[in-house]
């Protein structure tokens, strides 16, 4: 059964950069979209991009466009989310997911399942 965790995230100032992994085990993650997604407290979870299975196809969301992007390592099972020019408004727990699917939008219902997350959080 695939398991995911992500790592990567913590205390950052605003501007700055991070990237956060998302490590599969269990599974090849190569039959799979990768979804990251982020939680703040009192808000719903937020589709924030995704990657499709081979690499070649990615979206993000207009929250993050210009600012993120997401890539992956078959070979090595891996994920990552690179976050740059990072705001107060990016706080958040960001999970990672799997979908076998890649549909046109960056919909939480395709997902599952979900890793523990790791938080990100930008600050002075």
């Known amino acids: 059964q695939l398991q995911l965790v992500e790592s990567g995230g913590g205390l950052v100032q605003p501007g700055g950069s991070l990237r956060l992994s998302c490590t599969a085990s269990g599974d090849t993650l190569n039959h799979y979209t990768v979804g990251w997604f982020r939680q703040a407290p009192g808000k719903e979870r937020e589709g924030v991009s995704m990657i499709s299975s081979s690499g070649d196809n990615t979206r993000v969301a207009d929250s993050v466009a210009g600012r993120f992007t997401t890539a992956r390592d078959n070979a090595n099972n891996i994920a990552y989310l690179q976050m740059n020019n990072l705001k107060p408004e990016d706080t958040a727990k960001y999970f990672c997911?799997?979908?076998?699917?890649?549909?046109?939008?960056?919909?939480?219902?395709?997902?599952?399942?979900w890793g523990q997350g790791t938080q990100v959080t930008v600050s002075w």
């Open positions: 997911a799997t979908s076998l699917r890649y549909s046109p939008y960056i919909y939480e219902g395709d997902f599952g399942p």
